[in-house]
């Protein structure tokens, strides 16, 4: 019941609800489990404890070797500490203890490598992200301090917390939500908040916000109100074959060439997001469309042989 009622019940409520005396309900108080609490600051409300245990799951094997992957991706990609990620890995690690005591033991080393000293012992993210998920499980708004750019002043707005997405191409995490002071849907790097509270005023997400319809075209995190931008990129022979053993957008077209080279297609909401995955690919890949983007890789390319012809000069 409390569930599904994050705003929590007062006693004469649940009483109604479960057709019984409140005197009865009232008996209940002194016996009630840690992840159950009566806020004094909201009408007496009971309310759940979300950052409690409260979630069992049984897994089979194969659902276990998922979780095994997930939690390699999530060590490899995040740098910074995180305990509760941490602590999530290390009880999955002791349920499987039995069932698949090697992936058991991999788990426990994938939470010890996110509490390794040489991750980013950043309090400050973790804290906004704590806060920010509790909102986000409660339906509650929350006030935040945010800086966009180190030069840039902070910003103050009320947000509503739609949607967590983790960023593997910078290691970082974003929310997504409605700011009150742009009065439109925001991205905001957690990062880069420099302080947040949570507000007792609730939200309602809207019945229409779908992240997989918004993040469709983005390459990673941005996007766009706009069409889509087609980039067209040609890879030559060399990587052809290490190309085509991913699937790199859920758009992308592949187009084999006579000479072995190949034409990637795809519907990009912010092309420039692209920069750092084409210039992984060195010379072996032409930028063809937009010419934006193909613009902005030969003018760095100039740049680039000017700062080794500078320091051959050297």
């Given at each position: 019941m409390l569930l599904a009622h994050p705003e929590g019940l007062t006693q004469a409520e649940i009483a109604r609800r479960l057709s019984v005396n409140r005197s009865t309900i009232n008996r209940y108080v002194a016996d009630l489990p840690a992840y159950i609490y009566v806020d004094d600051m909201d009408g007496g409300k009971w309310k759940l404890d979300r950052s409690a245990d409260l979630i069992h799951v049984h897994l089979n094997l194969h659902e276990a070797t998922a979780v095994h992957l997930a939690s390699r991706l999530l060590a490899t990609?995040?740098?910074?500490?995180?305990?509760?990620?941490?602590?999530?890995?290390?009880?999955?690690?002791?349920?499987?203890?039995r069932l698949a005591p090697h992936i058991c033991q991999h788990l426990a080393q994938s939470a010890d490598a996110i509490d390794e000293e040489s991750r980013w012992n950043d309090q400050g993210f973790l804290r906004s992200l704590e806060v920010i998920t509790l909102a986000w499980a409660a339906g509650r708004k929350v006030k935040l301090w945010y800086r966009a750019r180190v030069n840039e002043p902070v910003?103050?707005?009320?947000?509503?917390?739609?949607?967590?997405?983790?960023?593997?191409?910078?290691?970082?995490?974003?929310?997504?939500?409605?700011?009150?002071?742009?009065?439109?849907?925001?991205?905001?790097?957690?990062?880069?908040?420099?302080?947040?509270?949570?507000l007792r005023e609730a939200y309602t997400i809207p019945a229409d916000f779908d992240p997989r319809d918004l993040l469709k075209y983005a390459w990673g995190i941005w996007y766009t109100d706009e069409e889509p931008v087609e980039v067209v990129l040609k890879f030559s022979a060399r990587v052809a074959q290490r190309l085509g053993e991913t699937r790199w957008h859920c758009t992308e077209q592949v187009e084999p060439l006579a000479d072995g080279s190949l034409l990637w297609h795809a519907k990009i909401a912010e092309p420039q997001?692209?920069?750092?995955?084409?210039?992984?690919?060195?010379?072996?890949?032409?930028?063809?469309?937009p010419e934006r983007l193909r613009e902005n890789l030969s003018d760095e390319a100039k740049r680039l042989m000017d700062v080794y012809r500078r320091s051959n000069e050297e």
């Open positions: 990609c995040i740098d910074r500490q995180n305990p509760h990620a941490a602590a999530a890995l290390r009880k999955m690690a002791v349920a499987l203890e910003k103050e707005t009320v947000f509503s917390p739609y949607f967590i997405e983790p960023g593997a191409v910078g290691r970082s995490t974003y929310v997504i939500g409605f700011s009150e002071h742009h009065n439109a849907l925001r991205t905001l790097k957690i990062e880069r908040i420099e302080r947040v509270e949570a997001e692209m920069m750092p995955w084409i210039r992984g690919w060195g010379a072996d890949v032409e930028v063809l469309e």
